[in-house]
């Protein structure tokens, strides 16, 4: 009678540990879980740089802009593109950006 209540220990522990092996691997918390939020944060991580990077471009076209530092060339520039402007003499080159 001790044997099979040794036994049935055995069964129970066994099960218990493969049931939190098994959440340990791939449960809310687990290893798979945790090696999709290191590619999430790998992913934010680049999108971040990207917009700091967009930020940092919009920051320098802003500071052209201000009436202290005024770029008349600049403004010159971002007029005639925008509103594909020319004078009548001038000859336009359109140039495909990468």
Do not use: W
């Not at 044997?3 to 340990?24: C, F, N, P, R």
């Not at 999709?36 to 991580?45: A, G, M, P, V």
């Not at 920051?59 to 009548?88: F, H, K, S």
């Amino acid at each position: 009678m001790a044997k099979q209540g040794g036994t049935a220990l055995s069964v129970v522990l066994g099960a218990t540990i493969l049931y939190l092996a098994g959440h340990a691997v791939s449960g809310h918390q687990g290893l798979l879980a945790y090696v999709d939020l290191q590619e999430q944060e790998r992913e934010l991580s680049q999108r971040l740089a990207s917009l700091e990077a967009e930020r940092d471009r919009l920051e320098i076209r802003a500071a052209r802009m201000r009436p202290g530092t005024l770029d008349l060339d600049y403004l010159d520039e971002r007029a005639r593109v925008t509103l594909a402007a020319a004078d009548p003499g001038e000859v336009v080159f359109a140039l495909e950006t990468p």
